[in-house]
């Protein structure tokens, strides 16, 4: 069964300092990872898309990474300000299929 | 910019009630989703919907579902017989392209809350 894992499960950081989450998935085969931002009571907004052929995606103060090989995927946070306080999904589609399989999400809590 | 909106924001019904959830995917998307929310749970994959038929489906969504597009706009999900455990937060989404292939942005609707009593 395809699954997405991401740690930590929950943080909590000072308005301007960075943070970095993490996602490691077992989707096979892989065609696609994307970061959502996710408000409380909102749907999800999509930060970033990267393929296998992409290491690093920026958008703004979000930067993430992927590494097809191992897995992973990584999304750090710049700067941090307080509209920053949301849950953090990592999403992943495979290459023969319509759906995507969530991660259950990072909060991170920014606080002044 | 454009948006998928979804309408009610919120419903509460009783359990063995049909409801329908209502969708408005951007206009010039193809494909269609349902995704749900339980409280404090992972995003779940419900359907894929596209050229009038489904495209795939989760093992949650079960004969007590189906989805429908009965106009050029508008993008349902009908739970005939709703029990407790169908309390959740429904998430509609649309896309130009299917998820695989042709990487292309999922959009989001607000979501739909649904509790049953």
């Known amino acids: 069964k395809n699954q997405v894992e991401q740690s930590p499960q929950s943080l909590i950081i000072l308005e301007g300092k960075n943070c970095t989450l993490q996602?490691?998935?077992?989707?096979?085969?892989?065609?696609?990872l994307r970061w959502y931002k996710q408000d409380t009571g909102r749907g999800p907004v999509s930060l970033t898309i990267?393929?296998?052929?992409?290491n690093t995606k920026s958008n703004g103060r979000y930067t993430a990474t992927l590494d097809a090989d191992t897995k992973q995927s990584s999304l750090h946070i710049t700067a941090s300000q307080l509209s920053d306080s949301a849950s953090y999904i990592c999403?992943?589609?495979?290459?023969?299929?319509?759906?995507?399989?969530f991660g259950a999400g990072t909060t991170v809590t920014v606080r002044a | 910019e454009p948006e998928v909106t979804q309408t009610p924001s919120h419903q509460v019904t009783q359990m063995g009630q049909e409801v329908i959830l209502r969708c408005v995917p951007i206009?010039?998307?193809?494909?269609f989703y349902w995704y749900r929310q339980i409280l404090g749970q992972k995003v779940e994959f419900l359907v894929s919907?596209?050229?009038?038929?489904?495209?795939?489906k989760s093992e949650i969504f079960d004969d007590q579902f189906s989805v429908e597009r009965p106009d050029g706009s508008n993008f349902t999900l009908k739970i005939r017989s709703t029990k407790l455990e169908d309390s959740a937060m429904y998430f509609c989404?649309?896309?130009?392209?299917?998820?695989?292939?042709?990487?292309?942005?999922?959009?989001f609707g607000p979501g739909t809350r649904l509790l049953v009593l």
């Open positions: 999403v992943v589609s495979g290459a023969n299929d319509y759906k995507l399989s």
């Open positions: 919907f596209y050229n009038n038929e489904i495209s795939e």
């Open positions: 989404a649309s896309s130009v392209t299917p998820l695989a292939g042709v990487v292309k942005t999922q959009y």
């Open positions: 990267m393929t296998f052929s992409e």
């Open positions: 996602c490691n998935y077992t989707v096979s085969p892989f065609s696609n």
């Open positions: 206009s010039n998307h193809l494909y």
